[in-house]
């Protein structure tokens, strides 16, 4: 197993720079996932520690062994791809040991090797069949499997179950889970859904246009996002953004309000603040509640949807704009009947009204 270390790491085809000055340390036995909306550079960075993508500046270590310039097969990584690139003409057994064949491994190593692969992923089943007989979830599970017997320092996924259903989803997901804890090896995963990201991950890396925007783990990135971006990436239903004005400062408190907010005081480390600022009050939809009394929030139900555990209801609020509360129970509410909420001051986020944020911890 290997630490990961990338160093002001940049990519650029001529004028186009796509990754541009990236720092991430990745411990040894790590899974850290990097997340990010489509084109945000994340695959170019996996497909960089690859070696599939030349490095235009920066530093890039495996372990103790800078790999810039090293070759992928000597780089001591595998790597799991989205369209599972199996062969269809070879059974699972001959993919699974296709990289030993191509090494030149005995008859017998591979025979080892293949069938402990099976057994960790739970397909000895399996390995007498072609792709074509194959689910996709089991493809993937080849596709795993070829990665293992490699016993390579790193394992590198990009975006292996966004070919599957829901469901298979979810189950892969805790494979892949599982599969981590029993081989205890470092891991970079790529995805863009976010619940992949905090359900996998020790480490989330958060990309946008090129650029980390945070680093961190699953629950601080979600208790504690640096800016706007991140806030309004990971949790879902994505939290709601207030636009707020500010009326006063006490040191690290700062009292805001607006037509449809009674005046709230909240922390303000992320500022500085100043009274007459603009400002965006941060609120998670899971940490609103309807208020027994005239609550803090003021708005009319504009939309309901029960799910049985929670009732997701979109509120107009009085200044016009929208909000989204996960209300922890299987309520009933009148399509533009008054709704008055609540929410506990501690767990609301004030961003500058850029967005940014000056002394967030990172």
Same mark, same amino acid.
């Given at each position: 197993m290997a630490r990961i270390s990338l160093k002001?790491?940049?990519?650029?085809?001529?004028?186009?720079?796509?990754?541009?000055?990236?720092?991430?340390?990745?411990?040894?036995? %790590?899974?850290?996932?990097?997340?990010?909306? *489509?084109?945000?550079?994340? *695959?170019?960075?996996?497909?960089?520690?690859?070696?599939?993508?030349?490095?235009?500046?920066?530093?890039?270590?495996?372990?103790?062994?800078?790999? &810039?310039?090293? +070759?992928?097969?000597?780089?001591?990584?595998?790597m799991v791809f989205q369209s599972y690139a199996i062969f269809p003409? @070879? /059974?699972?057994?001959?993919?699974?040991?296709?990289?030993?064949?191509?090494?030149?491994?005995?008859?017998?190593?591979?025979?080892?090797?293949?069938? #402990?692969a099976a057994r960790i992923l739970q397909?000895?089943?399996?390995?007498d069949r072609r792709p074509s007989q194959l689910s996709g979830g089991q493809r993937q599970r080849v596709a795993i499997g070829r990665a293992i017997v490699?016993? +390579?320092?790193?394992?590198? =996924?990009? #975006? +292996? $179950? *966004?070919?599957?259903?829901?469901?298979?989803?979810?189950?892969?997901? @805790? #494979?892949?889970?599982?599969?981590?804890q029993q081989l205890g090896a470092s891991m970079i995963y790529v995805t863009h859904d976010q619940v992949e990201a905090m359900t996998l991950a020790d480490k989330i890396v958060v990309l946008k246009d090129g650029q980390v925007m945070q680093i961190g783990a699953p629950m601080d990135l979600y208790h504690d996002p640096a800016?706007?971006?991140?806030?309004? =990436?990971?949790?879902?239903?994505? @939290?709601?953004f207030v636009k707020v004005t500010v009326q006063g400062v006490n040191g690290n408190k700062v009292l805001v309000s607006n037509a449809a907010l009674d005046p709230v005081e909240v922390s303000g480390k992320r500022g500085p603040f100043k009274v007459g600022d603009q400002a965006i009050l941060g609120l998670r939809p899971q940490y609103l509640s309807v208020a027994e009394g005239a609550g803090r929030l003021h708005g009319s139900v504009a939309?309901?949807?029960?799910?049985? *555990?929670?009732?997701?209801v979109e509120v107009t609020l009085k200044d016009g704009s929208p909000l989204i509360a996960a209300l922890s129970?299987?309520?009933?509410?009148?399509?533009?009947?008054?709704? &008055?909420? %609540?929410?506990? +001051?501690?767990?609301?986020? $004030? =961003?500058?009204?850029?967005? /940014?944020?000056?002394s967030s911890r990172h």
């Amino acid at each position: 197993m290997a630490r990961i270390s990338l160093k002001n790491v940049r990519k650029s085809y001529g004028a186009t720079h796509v990754i541009k000055g990236v720092d991430i340390e990745i411990e040894d036995g %790590e899974f850290c996932v990097f997340v990010g909306p *489509s084109g945000c550079g994340k *695959s170019t960075l996996l497909r960089m520690i690859a070696g599939l993508e030349d490095i235009t500046s920066g530093e890039l270590r495996i372990g103790e062994t800078l790999v &810039n310039d090293l +070759p992928p097969k000597d780089r001591g990584v595998a790597m799991v791809f989205q369209s599972y690139a199996i062969f269809p003409h @070879m /059974t699972v057994c001959e993919n699974v040991a296709f990289g030993l064949t191509i090494a030149g491994a005995s008859k017998e190593e591979k025979e080892a090797k293949v069938a #402990e692969a099976a057994r960790i992923l739970q397909m000895e089943h399996l390995l007498d069949r072609r792709p074509s007989q194959l689910s996709g979830g089991q493809r993937q599970r080849v596709a795993i499997g070829r990665a293992i017997v490699r016993k +390579p320092q790193v394992f590198l =996924f990009d #975006e +292996p $179950l *966004s070919n599957l259903d829901a469901a298979l989803r979810m189950d892969m997901r @805790m #494979e892949i889970g599982r599969l981590h804890q029993q081989l205890g090896a470092s891991m970079i995963y790529v995805t863009h859904d976010q619940v992949e990201a905090m359900t996998l991950a020790d480490k989330i890396v958060v990309l946008k246009d090129g650029q980390v925007m945070q680093i961190g783990a699953p629950m601080d990135l979600y208790h504690d996002p640096a800016n706007l971006f991140v806030a309004g =990436f990971l949790g879902a239903p994505s @939290m709601n953004f207030v636009k707020v004005t500010v009326q006063g400062v006490n040191g690290n408190k700062v009292l805001v309000s607006n037509a449809a907010l009674d005046p709230v005081e909240v922390s303000g480390k992320r500022g500085p603040f100043k009274v007459g600022d603009q400002a965006i009050l941060g609120l998670r939809p899971q940490y609103l509640s309807v208020a027994e009394g005239a609550g803090r929030l003021h708005g009319s139900v504009a939309l309901t949807e029960r799910l049985g *555990s929670e009732t997701v209801v979109e509120v107009t609020l009085k200044d016009g704009s929208p909000l989204i509360a996960a209300l922890s129970h299987d309520a009933v509410f009148d399509i533009g009947s008054q709704m &008055n909420l %609540e929410f506990d +001051p501690a767990q609301a986020h $004030l =961003f500058p009204e850029d967005g /940014t944020a000056t002394s967030s911890r990172h």
